[in-house]
């Protein structure tokens, strides 16, 4: 997007900007001299995301979420104005509303997204016949990769001079060993259900969400939903935990200890704090970068590989303090209950 194309598409809102500022490839400041706005030349590429992406903000208006930083109209009434094929959208622009990652923050977002979860969620029921059987068969891969595993440490073992991936790797071992053996159990459990059917919950889910998505004025405000979909609500936290899990500032242990900020707004069942904590154990990527690695399949440096799989790393220790958290907080206190 150029300046020419910004002065195009700012005319389809009546808009005649006195100054424009790149601020990224995608975003620009425009000032009109009375109010400043925010231009975003969107990633939708097909009518469903459209769709989608305009129910979002018909859900806003008709569910009162303020919280969901709105989008102007055009002059035709329009959410969004399309030129030479892309879609843009225009936003209030909130100065200095960058978020920190502190308390303040992570209550306030958790208390927000539980919001948005609880009022937009439709409950309907499903056969465990629907999704059993992939349930085994990604048991049945987890219970290869904890074997696979220790053979890829066995081997960068008889190295005389490790590279600093394979020495990652082999200090990492335990830890996802222990990873392993924790989402076998989960998944077990997940299949233990006994049900023939459950109820089911979809939510209206962001699927991007992250500090970097969030804007902080009075109050914390959920921004760029283009991805958006009905999910479960296990998914949309599962995509905010990996997004922000794999730096080594996040501040996990706030995380889970203000996780009942968001169960006050949007209470999981226990099937979902299991799924949620499946999802966090998942090893898929850390055994692709492995696999890429010993492949010879990577593009990568070695700094970055070994950067990359840290990162990777950091997600699965979260999903271990995860998963003892639920089962401490929420299962044993079911049990505590049923025997009282």
């Known amino acids: 997007m150029n300046m020419e194309v910004a002065q195009k598409v700012l005319a389809a809102y009546h808009i005649y900007p006195l100054h424009i500022e790149k601020i990224t490839d995608n975003v620009y ?7 400043d706005y925010a231009l975003k030349r969107s990633g939708l590429n097909n009518e469903r995301e459209i769709q989608l992406w305009r129910h979002t903000y018909e859900q806003a208006y008709n569910q009162n979420l303020l919280t969901i ?5 055009t002059k035709d009434g329009e959410l969004y104005a399309i030129h030479n094929q892309h879609v843009y959208y225009l936003t209030p622009w909130l100065e200095g509303a960058g978020v920190q990652k502190d308390k303040s923050t992570i209550e306030q977002f958790y208390r927000v997204l539980g919001n948005i979860h609880a009022k937009t969620r439709q409950v309907q029921t ?17 219970h290869h990769v904890q074997e696979s595993l220790l053979g890829f440490v066995e081997r960068f073992e008889k190295n005389r ?49 992250q500090f970097n998505h969030m804007l902080k004025t ?47 707004e949007n209470e999981l069942t226990k099937i979902e704090l299991n799924l949620l904590a499946i999802y966090l154990l998942d090893p898929v990527p850390y055994i692709k970068k492995l696999q890429n690695y010993t492949e010879r399949r990577s ?6 590989q070994t950067k990359m799989l840290q990162q990777t790393y950091r997600q699965l220790r979260f999903g271990l303090k995860w998963s003892n958290y639920v089962e401490k907080e929420y299962e044993l206190l079911e049990l505590d209950d049923l025997e009282s």
């Open 69 to 73: 930083l709105p989008v102007y109209l």
């Open 29 to 35: 400041k425009v000032s009109d001299g009375n109010r």
């Open 126 to 142: 499903i056969a465990t016949t629907d999704f059993l059987p992939g349930f085994q068969e990604y048991a049945s891969y987890c």
């Open 218 to 264: 009075r109050q914390l405000h959920i921004i760029n939903w283009e991805k958006v979909r009905y999910d479960n609500a296990a998914m949309d936290l599962a995509a905010f935990f990996r997004n922000e899990m794999k730096h080594f500032d996040a501040p996990s242990e706030d995380m889970i200890d203000l996780f009942k900020v968001y169960m006050n």
């Open 299 to 304: 593009a990568e440096s070695m700094v970055n």
């Open 161 to 209: 001079y490790m590279s600093p991936f394979e020495l990652s790797v082999c200090t990492h071992y335990r830890d996802i060993d222990y990873s392993l053996k924790e989402i076998n159990r989960r998944i077990q459990q997940f299949m233990d259900i006994g049900e023939e059917t459950v109820p089911w919950t979809l939510n209206l889910c962001h699927a991007d969400l």
